[in-house]
């Protein structure tokens, strides 16, 4: 089976919104046409509305023909009927809805934005699904005509690509932004088991690290949410057993619960303030009706001194669930202080002249040190407001122990949402 072609370079203007800071760049951009796997739908493979799945790819070239860079694309979940029924009809819910997108960031081909991944095999799996590709649901809905079948999705492209030539990659990588990287984490060694013995394999989870904590009314919401995807998708069967074994599968749709026995390298990319999670799972749907949330989701230095405080105490439990992975090498961590979801996919949050900075290294210099055994890399920002590494100027990172407290316990997660921002009582 043959790779594919590249198909063109074009001009990308892009202008996003991380916290209050405004990052616009100009390059060039390798824009990638879509691979459909029409033959998958004979497993059951299928996005949500049942058409056939899909993915991005641009083949390796020189020194990176051997290497596989796979990297799962973000969007969220669907957790119930109606909801998925919304999605249905968009790029997140069918194939038929893609077409072409450029590839930047860690899926960039030039070399001076993306030094060390530059020639690799890049494929970007396409998110149709809304289960993080875990979902597994043998019927189809009688009265929507939904279809939940992530699991089968992540098979299929697996086998498709191996058949490309995967089979024989000496370096693979899998990645994936915000829900996929969830899905990066809950797949992670089934990707390691899909290859060679002898290559070099490992995992990246940008924006994935989703903590199961209480919002400030001190309800239980993202965990609620989580057990609806993880029921309506019927995910049990595809997450970790090391897990499900022990605990409600809900309750393992959360990285702390899986990642201790994960034993595929894992890079974790997350910014401390999280802003998807700061929004939708800290300050979760109907707790801000008046409104006293809203400057300070939006841009964290507008927060008062309470909210301010439950958001330090957001990044303590993020920073106690991180402690789970233990102190190996073959775990890299870079937590910036930045207000942030997803870094890689960007050029100028990856690897820019003004990208955020941790031990005066870009993203992808840390990334790359850590897949290539160079050094450990275990990089955990300040608290804010030393956020300066979102604008790459002058900051102090702080001394992270992973090891246990004074009495003798491993250091775990709290919940931030038991205590509620002076101004709403």
Same mark, same amino acid.
């Given at each position: 089976?043959?790779?594919w072609n590249k198909r063109q370079t074009g ?9 209050v800071?405004i990052f616009g760049?100009?390059?060039?951009g %390798?824009v990638? +046409?879509l691979?459909? *796997? ?10 949500l509305?049942?058409?056939?799945p899909a993915y ?7 020194a990176?023909t ?8 973000g969007? /969220?979940w669907c ?5 998925c029924?919304?999605?249905?009809a968009?790029?997140?819910g069918?194939?038929?809805a ?5 590839f930047?960031g860690?899926l960039? !081909?030039?070399? &001076?934005?993306?030094? $060390?991944?530059?020639n690799?095999n890049?494929v970007k799996?396409?998110?149709c699904?809304?289960?993080s590709l875990?979902g +597994?649901?043998?019927?189809? +809905?009688?009265?929507?005509? %939904?279809?939940?079948?992530g699991?089968r999705?992540?098979a299929?492209v697996m086998? !498709? #690509?191996?058949q490309?030539g995967m089979k024989?990659a ?8 915000s829900?996929?990287?969830l899905?990066?984490i809950?797949?992670? !060694?089934?990707?390691?088991? %899909? *290859?060679p013995?002898?290559?070099r394999v490992?995992? #990246?989870?940008?924006?994935g690290?989703f903590l199961n904590?209480r919002?400030?009314? /001190?309800? &239980?919401?993202?965990k ?6 993880v029921?309506?998708h019927?995910?049990?069967?595809? #997450?970790?057993?090391s ?8 309750l393992c749709f ?12 894992l890079?974790?990319l997350n910014?401390a ?9 800290l300050v979760?749907?109907?707790t ?5 949330w809203r400057?300070?989701v939006s841009?964290p230095s507008l927060c008062d001194?309470g909210?301010l $405080?439950? *958001?330090? $105490? ?5 920073? /106690?669930?991180?402690?789970g992975?233990?102190v190996?090498p073959?775990v890299g961590?870079?937590?910036n202080?930045c207000?942030?979801?997803?870094q890689? &996919?960007?050029? &100028? *949050?990856?690897h820019?002249q003004?990208?955020p900075? #941790? ?10 040190d850590? @897949?290539?055994?160079?050094r450990a890399?275990?990089a955990?920002?300040c608290p @804010?407001p ?5 604008r ?9 122990? @992973?090891?246990? !407290?004074?009495?003798? $316990?491993? %250091?775990?997660a ?12």
């Open positions: 089976m043959e790779r001009v990308i203007v892009v202008v996003i919104f991380v916290g800071i760049g100009t390059g060039n %390798l990638v +046409d691979t459909v *796997l029409e033959a998958a739908t004979a497993t059951g493979a299928v996005c509305d049942g058409s056939p991005h790819a641009a083949p390796g070239f020189g990176g051997n290497s596989w860079l796979v990297h799962i694309e969007g /969220g957790h119930n009927i109606s909801n029924e919304a999605r249905r968009g790029r997140l069918s194939s038929r893609m077409g072409s997108i450029p930047s860690i960039s !081909d030039r070399i &001076e934005l993306n030094p $060390e991944f530059y690799w890049k799996i396409a998110y699904d809304g289960s875990t +597994d649901v043998e019927s189809v +809905d009688p009265v929507s005509k %939904l279809h939940f079948r699991a999705i992540f299929a086998e !498709d #690509l191996h490309r024989h000496e370096n693979a990588l899998l990645s994936g932004c829900a996929g990287g899905a990066a809950l797949h992670c !060694d089934r990707f390691r088991e %899909l *290859l013995s002898a290559a490992k995992c #990246l989870s940008d924006g690290f904590v919002d400030i009314a /001190g309800s &239980e919401y993202i609620n949410y989580f057990s609806e995807i029921t309506t019927g995910s049990a069967k595809s #997450l970790p057993s897990c499900t074994s022990k605990m409600s599968p809900a959360f990285p702390q619960n899986v990642v201790t026995k994960i034993s595929t390298p890079f974790v910014a303030y999280d802003s998807w999670q700061i929004r939708n799972a979760s749907p109907g801000d009706a008046a409104g006293v400057d300070c841009d001194d909210q $405080e439950v *958001l330090q $105490e957001f990044r303590a439990a993020f920073l /106690g669930a991180l402690r992975l233990g190996s073959a961590l870079f937590v202080s207000f942030a979801h997803c890689t &996919e960007l050029s &100028e *949050l990856w820019f003004d990208s900075l #941790l031990e005066n290294k870009t993203i992808a210099s840390a990334v790359a850590w @897949f290539y055994d160079r890399v275990k955990v920002d @804010f030393c956020d300066s590494t979102c790459s100027t002058p900051h102090v990172t702080e001394a992270f122990d @992973f090891g246990v !407290d004074s009495g003798g $316990e491993s %250091l775990s709290g919940g931030p949402g038991d205590r509620r921002p002076h101004n709403n009582g």
